[in-house]
């Protein structure tokens, strides 16, 4: 089984950065593509970015783009989403999401993954 644990979230003004972790154990790490999204109050859960097996391939919905970076490190089986130039708008509780079978992995569809984090809150003041 596997599981994930978020870490890295918090409270900052607009214009920081912070770098979400999310460490993986049980299951093999290096062959799942891996994705966070994220979920506001009343709304529904939004993929923010995605990445390949071996680190190769990213995606990135059209808000976040130039301003985070999805990375992953199958040594420690961590997957990071650095997030710089942060804006109010990108308050959410942020979680990382695993797909067991990369062949059936739509990088942004919630419904294929299988595996999920608890979530992290991060607060972006103005």
């Known amino acids: 089984q596997v599981q994930l644990v978020e870490s890295g979230g918090g409270l900052v003004q607009a214009g920081a950065s912070l770098r979400l972790s999310c460490a993986a154990s049980?299951?093999?790490?290096?062959?799942?593509?891996m994705g966070w999204f994220r979920q506001t109050p009343g709304k529904e859960r939004e993929y923010v970015a995605a990445?390949?097996?071996?680190?190769?391939?990213?995606y990135y919905t059209g808000s976040v783009k130039g301003r985070f970076t999805i990375s992953r490190d199958n040594a420690k089986k961590t997957v990071y989403l650095q997030m710089n130039s942060l804006k109010p708008e990108d308050t959410a509780v942020y979680y990382c999401?695993?797909?067991?079978?990369?062949?059936?992995?739509?990088?942004?569809?919630?419904?294929?993954?299988?595996?999920w984090g608890q979530g992290i809150q991060v607060t972006v003041s103005s």
């Open positions: 999401a695993a797909e067991r079978d990369w062949t059936k992995w739509n990088p942004t569809s919630y419904e294929t993954y299988d595996h």
């Open positions: 049980g299951g093999t790490f290096s062959i799942y593509p």
């Open positions: 990445i390949g097996m071996s680190g190769v391939s990213t």
